[in-house]
Structure formats: structure tokens, C-alpha cells
């Protein structure tokens, strides 16, 4: 089975700052693992997807993560964080030969001006 | 219209009311999906759709019947909710590689349709 933990339901970070938002995943086979965005009123957007290639992975509006597995983790960041980085963001995994995402519960990026 | 649509918007019913909500794609995908957000909980699946024929039901309560009429179409009919049912529904639609699935292909996500059930 896979699975996704979110480490921290809520994040505060000043304009300009560095932006982490943590996830561990757990899955018993090579995992495919995603990280989207909501912004208030809107759907899931995906930023980035790590799917077996580059353990760097580079997304939309800057952001990056890093797939490492002996950490079973692939945390978000972005170098600067801007006003409209202000959203939910979810983690996600998934595994070859199936459509399930399995998501975590979120987590809510506040930007302090 | 283009993406992944929704309607209604929001929808507030009663226990005893039968509804239907509606999800349309416009990106030539042959897999849809119903998701439900609940505050302060994982995103959960609800139903898959594999070029028309379900594929995945987990385990959701009978009061919630979804229809696949043809790939470009969704429908979430609702009759007898409870209050917990309350949440944010969201439609999803892919590529789809086959059946089984050689890879993995990017869900794009409607806005959702915001329920509320009185």
C-alpha cells in the first residue's frame, strides 16, 4: 500500500524567504510521487511529478523537489517566496499500472508581506 | 470551455433531495474521476472511469451512483446524504494507457463542487 505524510498542516514564511514543505512517503514498490497546488475557489493544479528520471525534479512558478529515497522523502521548496505562492499544497504518490493517487492531508503555505 | 468543468458550483440540499453533479472534459482524456475533499483530511478517491467502465469503487456508500455516459462526461448523482457528505467534490480526468496501466499520466482536476448538505 502507498501512502503520504504531510509534516506540518501550516507554514509561514516572510516574502522573499525560503519555502519547505515537508513530505515522506511510504510504498512497497518504486513510487511515482507529485506535488499540487490549490489556490482558494480552484482545483488541483500539479506542480512537479517525479516519475523514475532525475531525482531533481523542477516544477511551475520556481518551485523544486528533491526524490530521495533513503529519506523516503520528496520535500518542496522554492528559493523566494512570492505573495501568490500562498495556497494548499498536497503531496501525492502512486505506483505503475494503476490510477490511484493516494494524497496527503495538505498543507496550508501562508506569506507573511 | 476547455479543461475540466464542473457544475454546479455550489449546491446546498436537503437529506431527502436527489441530485446530480456534472463534470465535463475538453482534453480528449479516456479516465475520470471523482474525488472528495473533507477539511482536515487526505483527498479521497471515490470512482475510476476507464474509457467508460468503472474501474475502481472505494468502497463509497450506495447514496452516491456515479454515471460515465461516454469519456467526456461524469456524473455524481445523490439521494439521501447526511450531513457528514459534506465536502468539496472533485472531477478528474487522464490519459489512460490501457488496461492494465504501463505508466502513469497527469490527473487534471475540475474546480470542484462545493456540497452542503443541510
Known amino acids: 500500500a502507498q501512502s503520504v505524510t504531510q509534516l506540518g498542516s501550516h507554514v509561514s514564511v516572510s516574502e522573499g524567504a525560503l519555502v519547505l514543505l515537508r513530505c515522506n512517503y511510504s510504498?512497497?514498490?518504486?513510487?511515482?510521487l507529485f506535488w499540487y497546488v490549490q489556490y482558494p475557489n480552484q482545483g488541483l493544479q500539479l506542480l512537479l511529478k517525479?516519475?523514475?528520471?532525475?531525482?531533481l525534479v523542477k516544477g511551475i512558478n520556481g518551485f523544486e523537489a528533491e526524490f530521495k529515497k533513503s529519506e523516503t522523502s520528496f520535500h518542496l521548496t522554492k528559493p523566494s517566496a512570492h505573495m501568490s505562492d500562498a495556497a494548499e499544497y498536497f503531496c501525492?504518490?502512486?505506483?505503475?499500472?494503476?490510477?490511484?493517487?493516494?494524497f496527503g492531508t495538505g498543507t496550508r503555505l501562508t506569506v507573511i508581506p | 470551455e476547455t479543461g475540466v468543468t464542473q457544475t454546479p458550483r455550489h449546491l446546498v440540499m436537503g437529506m431527502t433531495n436527489k441530485k446530480s453533479l456534472k463534470c465535463e472534459q475538453h482534453?480528449?482524456?479516456?479516465?475520470m474521476y471523482w474525488y472528495k475533499q473533507s477539511a482536515k483530511k487526505p483527498l479521497e478517491l471515490m470512482f475510476v472511469?476507464?474509457?467508460?467502465?468503472?474501474?475502481e469503487n472505494n468502497s463509497v456508500p450506495s447514496r452516491f451512483s456515479p454515471e460515465c455516459p461516454n469519456s467526456s462526461h461524469l456524473f455524481l448523482h445523490l439521494h439521501t446524504l447526511q450531513p457528514e457528505d459534506s465536502a468539496l467534490y472533485l472531477c478528474?480526468?487522464?490519459?489512460?494507457?490501457?488496461?492494465?496501466?504501463?505508466?502513469?499520466?497527469?490527473?487534471?482536476f475540475g474546480p470542484g463542487t462545493r456540497l452542503t448538505v443541510l
Open positions: 482534453l480528449g482524456h479516456n479516465a
Open positions: 510504498s512497497s514498490v518504486p513510487p511515482y
Open positions: 517525479y516519475t523514475s528520471a532525475a531525482t
Open positions: 478528474a480526468s487522464s490519459l489512460s494507457s490501457g488496461r492494465p496501466l504501463s505508466s502513469y499520466n497527469e490527473q487534471f
Open positions: 472511469y476507464n474509457f467508460k467502465e468503472q474501474t
Open positions: 501525492a504518490v502512486s505506483v505503475t499500472g494503476a490510477n490511484n493517487l493516494f
